[in-house]
């Protein structure tokens, strides 16, 4: 089955449901959802004249238009591009000419910035989805699901998120977005009809991705009318809808928290956090189930086998944090169902339990490749399986513990260091609010550990107090030979801290 005729089955079986909710303006039905994809697959088709196969790029922020031109792509055979909207447009640029893409959705101010921009100009045309267009697109005919996509057909080109080097389009197809959907429901969350999915992350990234096991089984998309992320309009949603859940990065879950506790309240309808694309340490976790109860779940994806290679559902997480299990509670939880996940040494042979090595996955929902450069693509799928770059291990319990992106490992007087390990006990410490620990070029060690520390409000800390703590848990070696004190950690559109723009900074600092 490919998308499109997925969507079909749930207009089948699910016509009066609400399939997609933003504030009181939108409340579409799958019935009329389907109405609209149907008439804007035409205009996609027979209006811009995009041909089956042809990618097109979304720069949107979060809006119910998103979700229907998604569908409306796949009705009519295209593959998706949808990239962060907070990029420069040099950047969007650079991927729709990576691409081959002539035609980008957009909206409002964001779009006619995009149209003023001379590199965009040039060789995109931008469409406005707030446009007289786009409304009069949706009394096109209605085009019905084409029997010509395969399920190996390219669904979706997903640009890395870039946080070192240049980012390359990772090429989904329809048959890996249907893996994504099976190993969800069977490893992180059934969905039932009416279950609600808000989308405060970005849909470009994984909260995109998983409105598709959401809307196969009848669940409704929550657009915030903000477009994204705000602490009181996110717990207003939680008290309107019931069974609610959204994707997050781990600093969205501390902004909930903090949020929670500070205004004494708990959302009514929070069914899960679905927790992910980034490191979530064990005292976040820990604060997060004492703070929502046992409704925080966690995944270990990446672009090149979207949100499936391993995770805990939210009853283990939860039962974890009861026990004190911080081996359950320091881990990326088992692998997906689908998947099987090995640790190898440098030359790809297994190593033993409880050894450092790279993670590598094979299964259904590994990537097909890197969009034309085929290159990267035999040095990331060596003989089937993908070669994730993270290091880590898989413990006698099966479990898979990350250490780091293995870019981000310091090397120091010949010896690794592994910065989770430092920041997971910095985080113990009741001063620190978040850390960052990066390796900075040393002339004696090759890299010295650098923690970046912003600290919890009104509170200070000395270095000395911090070296203490590091020395009580980990080895003299590993702790940090410099703290840098911060007001907050750059990060990108996913929540992902720029280590590099980090350690770019660690000269400016006295
Ligand atoms: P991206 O391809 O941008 O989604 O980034 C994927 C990378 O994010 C992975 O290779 C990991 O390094 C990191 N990542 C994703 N999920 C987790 C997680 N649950 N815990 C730790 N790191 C994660």
Redesign the pocket.
């Known amino acids: 089955m490919n998308l499109s005729q997925l969507f079909q089955r749930s207009v089948q079986l699910y016509p009066d449901c609400t399939a997609v909710i933003c504030g009181n303006q939108t409340r579409l039905t799958y019935r009329e959802l389907d109405q609209r994809v149907g008439a804007l697959a035409h205009w996609f088709r027979h209006g811009l004249g995009l041909q089956p196969g042809e990618r097109l790029l979304f720069v949107l922020k979060n809006c119910p238009e998103y979700i229907e031109s998604l569908l409306a792509a796949w009705r009519a055979e295209l593959c998706v591009v949808p990239v962060n909207s907070k990029l420069h447009p040099n950047e969007i640029a650079g991927m729709a000419g990576d691409a081959g893409a002539r035609k980008c959705l957009s909206h409002g101010s964001l779009a006619d910035s995009l149209r003023e921009h001379p590199a965009i100009h040039a060789q995109l045309d931008v469409i406005d989805t707030e446009s007289e267009n786009y409304l009069t697109a949706l009394a096109s005919p209605y085009l019905p699901v084409g029997g010509s996509c395969n399920e190996s057909d390219l669904a979706w080109l997903?640009f890395?998120?870039g946080?070192t080097g240049r980012s390359k389009g990772?090429m989904i197809t329809h048959a890996n977005m249907v893996s994504l959907a099976l190993n969800f429901w069977a490893d992180v969350q059934p969905v039932a009809q009416g279950d609600a999915l808000i989308h405060v992350a970005p849909l470009s990234?994984?909260s995109g991705l998983y409105s598709v096991p959401y809307w196969i089984k009848g669940g409704t998309q929550v657009l915030p009318e903000s477009g994204g992320f705000d602490e009181a309009e996110l717990f207003r949603l939680l008290d309107t809808h019931h069974r609610a859940s959204l994707f997050a990065a781990p600093t969205i879950v501390q902004r909930m928290v903090r949020y929670a506790n500070e205004h004494d309240v708990r959302p009514s309808g929070l069914h899960t956090l679905l927790?992910?694309?980034?490191?979530?340490y064990i005292e976040d976790i820990k604060a997060a189930v004492q703070c929502f109860g046992p409704k925080i779940a966690?995944?270990?994806?990446?672009?090149?086998s979207?949100m499936t290679i391993s995770g805990i559902c939210a009853e283990q997480l939860g039962a974890a944090v009861d026990a004190g299990d911080s081996q359950l509670l320091g881990s990326?939880g088992f692998p997906m169902t689908s998947m099987q996940v090995s640790v190898v040494d440098g030359d790809g042979h297994p190593v033993a339990t409880g050894e450092l090595g790279e993670v590598t996955v094979r299964g259904p929902a590994v990537m097909a490749g890197y969009w034309n450069n085929p290159q990267a693509t035999a040095s990331t799928i060596v003989e089937g399986a993908l070669r994730?770059?993270?290091v880590g291990l898989i413990d006698e319990r099966g479990l898979l513990h990350?250490r780091?992106?293995s870019k981000d490992v310091i090397i120091s007087g010949g010896t690794n260091i592994y910065p989770r390990e430092v920041e997971e006990i910095l985080l113990t410490h009741p001063a620190v609010a978040e850390v960052s620990v990066v390796g900075a070029q040393d002339p004696e060690w090759g890299e010295s550990v650098v923690a970046f520390i912003v600290r919890q409000p009104d509170v200070t800390v000395e270095d000395a107090d911090l070296d203490a703590h590091c020395l009580s848990a980990i080895a003299r070696f590993k702790r940090p030979k410099r703290y840098i004190y911060v007001s907050d950690l750059p990060k990108n559109g996913?929540g992902?801290v720029l280590k590099r723009e980090l350690q770019k900074r660690i000269g400016t600092f006295a």
């Open positions: 997903f890395t998120s946080t990772v990234h994984g927790v992910g694309g980034a490191p979530f966690q995944v270990y994806g990446q672009g090149e979207p990326v994730t770059g993270d990350l780091d992106r996913t992902k």
